[in-house]
């Protein structure tokens, strides 16, 4: 970022502006080049100190040359510049975060968990480029909160976090704290009057400890890992709260630049030839990177043996590096090869992350507790001695059902091996029966339900014991957390804690009450108050118009998710026709076999659930087909039915239904004789196997299957 000559001048001027007398305020036309030179000076120190990890002077007398800037601002407000050092710590945050858009998508990475997968992803690269080589970039894969950073000539105006990928949460106020990202940067001296940065906002290890450390000495909870306490602080409402996190942000891309001809380059200026050339870029003008400067190449390699290699010396030193990082992003380098690589919906073809293993560690299992699921089914619950696994404080973990504690073996007293799936879902790998003292006893599964205490069942084939009792109180509270969750209602500010409470403070009882709510009491409830309410309220009534689909999903018919409702709201009007439906007629439809049509027939001949729907419908809410889901007809894909298999490369599965559904066909999820194309990617496995022996499926690659929509 600075030139040797400006380190010098700036290092001179330190010591001059250190000699004022910051209570000898000037008048305004020497107030001006002196404030301007506080400005230059303190914007040095913060960069040698936050992204170069360096200092030169001591703390007093850098409070000194802020002090002295700050008072020359109250002086002169006129002075007063929005990339002012004495701007990071915003005022009068409000108390909600607006919706903004990003200026292009924030899509997520594809996943490889092993060399092979990098290999194999290296292959198809060079098979889409037709290139016998490929130059890589990698860097670490910080595990923080993403965000996106828009700077409109040369002044940050806008910081969001990634949000959903297309819009997200307005936290400018927010990002404005953190040090390390620039309050204004000189884009226009590259032709750029807008840009939109992207990074990942972490917690040093040593600051992170220190934080909770402090938190201790106070009494207060200490947090449970840097990840979520990044994420959280940047949803801090008030500044200084922000700022005790200590955050730090590292950029690592260009999403989007405007140059001064209006042309959206997104990233790719005429002298950007590359990744790294704009990650080099961003390092000059400030921006914290994962470059040790501006010369650094050591992560950029020719070929992918190379990249692998590079790969697995990070896996080993990970734990010493200062940031928690879960992984390595690989790039390809070359900007004309991003572009012809294009993304899918859900990523870029031409980057890919490749997760490390999970990280484990072993522990005492205390006891089993039981928790009842919305159907029924009964989840043994590890109750483990507090361990930390891969920066999380781990004290629960799921032991998926009886057969699993069998043949694991896993008794109460066991030293335990538990690891975190993704580094993020806890879960017992083992036990270290080395460690057994000979007191350690069995897993007694309980005969009746934890809740209700009715006799548990074990239907026929299946590896889960059931509560069959649908008045069982855990089942109704999971139930009501289930059809108002974003899959189902979607009725926002319902979520599983306020349920929970509701119901604890019986102003909640069953699904139908939600629309019967006591506001008055809501009211009298701790941090609730009128605005609240009336958001719950909006929200609430908001859900009487949702789909048919929704409404299903909300039920919570057994097996029947999303893609099965979506296909049930496409042959009838009203959700009560299907109390008519047998398991024949229901077995005609596509994706829909014995066990699925027979879960649907005994739901709608229940009378409880017959009763619920004709209580919903008399509180308003929707029971019949909106304009939105009348069935496609025609298209060049009518009435013929697609399953997709193997790792696609050309789009997501999200994609493939899409396209599929648009041109009048139909996605289904097993091979069977109602199957006319499977669309194989790479690595397909059984299901093209099973297709093979049924003669009237036709096989296609991805090629084939776009040229099927082309033609």
């Not at 230059?40 to 409070?63: E, G, R």
């Not at 037709?130 to 860097?139: N, R």
């Not at 809740?451 to 509270?477: F, H, M, T, Y």
């Amino acid at each position: 970022m600075y030139e040797n000559k400006q380190i010098q001048n700036l290092q001179n001027l330190t010591q001059t502006l250190l000699q004022h007398n910051k209570a000898d305020i000037p008048k305004l036309e020497a107030a001006t080049t002196i404030a301007a030179e506080l400005r230059a000076v303190i914007q040095y120190h913060d960069w040698l100190y936050y992204v170069k990890a360096a200092s030169i002077i001591p703390d007093i007398d850098y409070d000194y040359l802020f002090d002295y800037l700050k008072a020359i601002e109250e002086t002169h407000p006129e002075l007063l510049t929005s990339d002012s050092p004495t701007q990071r710590v915003a005022q009068g945050l409000s108390d909600d975060f607006t919706t903004v858009s990003h200026l292009i998508p924030m899509l997520s990475l594809a996943k490889a968990y092993s060399s092979q997968d990098l290999l194999d992803w290296d292959e198809t690269v060079k098979k889409l480029t037709q290139e016998e080589q490929i130059e890589y970039s990698v860097e670490p894969k910080f595990d923080g909160a993403s965000i996106a950073v828009v700077y409109e000539n040369d002044q940050l105006v806008r910081g969001a976090t990634r949000g959903n990928g297309v819009a997200g949460d307005d936290i400018t106020n927010n990002i404005r704290t953190i040090p390390t990202i620039p309050l204004s940067a000189a884009f226009s001296k590259y032709g750029i009057i807008r840009a939109e940065v992207r990074g990942e906002v972490v917690i040093h290890k040593e600051r992170f400890k220190e934080i909770n450390e402090k938190r201790a000495a106070e009494g207060e909870d200490l947090l449970a890992n840097p990840r979520n306490s990044a994420a959280g602080a940047l949803r801090q409402k008030k500044s200084h709260k922000v700022m005790e996190r200590k955050l730090e942000g590292f950029i690592y891309q260009i999403g989007l630049a405007t140059k001064t001809d209006g042309l959206d380059a997104l990233g790719r200026l005429d002298d950007l030839r590359n990744h790294d050339d704009s990650m080099k870029l961003l390092y000059k003008l400030g921006f914290k990177t994962a470059l040790k400067d501006e010369k650094d190449t050591s992560h950029v390699f020719q070929n992918i043996e190379d990249v692998v290699a590079y790969c697995n010396e990070w896996n080993e030193k990970r734990d010493d590096y200062p940031y928690e990082i879960d992984g390595m992003v690989i790039k390809v380098n070359d900007y004309k090869l991003q572009g012809q690589l294009g993304a899918t919906g859900h990523h870029p073809r031409w980057a890919i992350a490749l997760k490390f293993e999970a990280k484990a560690a072993t522990t005492k299992l205390l006891t089993v507790d039981y928790q009842v699921g919305r159907t029924g089914a009964i989840t043994p619950v590890a109750k483990l001695e507090t361990v930390n696994v891969a920066g999380a404080n781990i004290s629960n973990a799921s032991l998926h059902n009886e057969d699993y504690i069998k043949e694991k073996d896993i008794r109460i007293g066991d030293t335990v091996i538990v690891q975190r799936a993704g580094d993020v879902i806890p879960y017992i790998a083992g036990v270290v029966e080395k460690d057994r003292k000979g007191n350690e006893q069995p897993v007694e599964f309980p005969e009746n339900c934890p809740s209700c205490a009715a006799k548990l069942v074990k239907p026929e084939g299946e590896a889960v014991w059931r509560c069959v009792n649908i008045d069982c109180p855990a089942q109704v509270e999971e139930r009501i957390i289930h059809y108002v969750s974003k899959s189902a209602m979607d009725i926002r500010g319902l979520g599983k804690d306020i349920v929970k409470r509701f119901v604890a403070e019986g102003l909640l009882q069953n699904i139908e009450g939600i629309y019967e709510l006591d506001y008055d009491k809501i009211l009298q409830l701790d941090k609730w108050g009128e605005r609240s309410v009336e958001n719950l309220k909006t929200s609430i009534e908001a859900s009487k118009s949702q789909p048919i689909y929704r409404l299903m999903i909300g039920l919570g018919i057994r097996e029947v998710g999303r893609s099965t409702t979506r296909m049930l709201a496409g042959v009838i009007n009203e959700v009560e026709e299907l109390k008519d439906w047998d398991a024949q007629k229901l077995q005609e439809l596509p994706d829909i076999g014995p066990k699925v049509a027979a879960n649907i027939v005994d739901f709608f001949q229940n009378e409880q659930n017959l009763e619920l729907i004709a209580k919903l419908k008399a509180f308003g809410v929707n029971t019949k087909k909106l304009e939105t889901e009348v069935k496609v007809t025609g298209g060049k894909l009518a009435e013929k039915t697609f399953l997709f298999t193997g790792s696609l490369q050309q789009f997501t599965r999200n994609d493939a239904k899409k396209m599929v559904e648009d041109n009048g066909g139909k996605v289904i999820s097993s091979v069977s004789k109602k199957l006319d194309y499977l669309v194989v990617g790479e690595k397909a496995g059984s299901k093209l196997k099973k297709a093979q022996t049924i003669d009237t499926i036709t096989i296609l690659t991805e090629e084939e299957f776009l040229a099927m929509l082309e033609g």
